[in-house]
Nanobody
Framework: QVQVVEFGGGLVQPGGSLRLSCAAS????????VGWYRQAPGKQRELVAD???????NYADSVKGRFTISRDSAKNSVSLQMNSLKPEDTAVYYC?????????WGQGTQVTVSE
């Protein structure tokens, strides 16, 4: 049974930074992409950023220049560095490992950007 766990959420002031991490256990082989998604209250879940097995990254327009996704293949983990956070970044952030047609989701971690 694969488990995906996210770490690093919390409360931060506008303009601040947070780093989210995501890991899968046991190690997953043949990963296509790993992505970070978020869902704010009353809104649909949306893609924030994802990264392919080859290291190509893709970002939502709303986070370009502020967020950076990276992966550590040896540790089977992915991180999301979030800088210059805004109140509209407040959401539950989810990590997803995609292997062919199979998706493995984490339970999510809350990020709140507020004074």
């Amino acid at each position: 049974q694969v488990q995906v766990v996210e770490f690093g959420g919390g409360l931060v002031q506008p303009g601040g930074s947070l780093r989210l991490s995501c890991a899968a256990s046991p190690i997953i082989f043949g990963i296509d992409t790993v992505g970070w998604y978020r869902q704010a209250p009353g809104k649909q879940r949306e893609l924030v950023a994802d990264i392919t097995s080859g290291g190509a990254a893709n970002y939502a327009d709303s986070v370009k220049g502020r967020f950076t996704i990276s992966r550590d293949s040896a540790k089977n983990s992915v991180s999301l560095q979030m800088n210059s956070l805004k109140p509209e970044d407040t959401a539950v952030y989810y990590c997803k490992y995609q292997v062919l047609r199979k998706a493995y989701w984490g339970q999510g971690t809350q990020v709140t950007v507020s004074e």
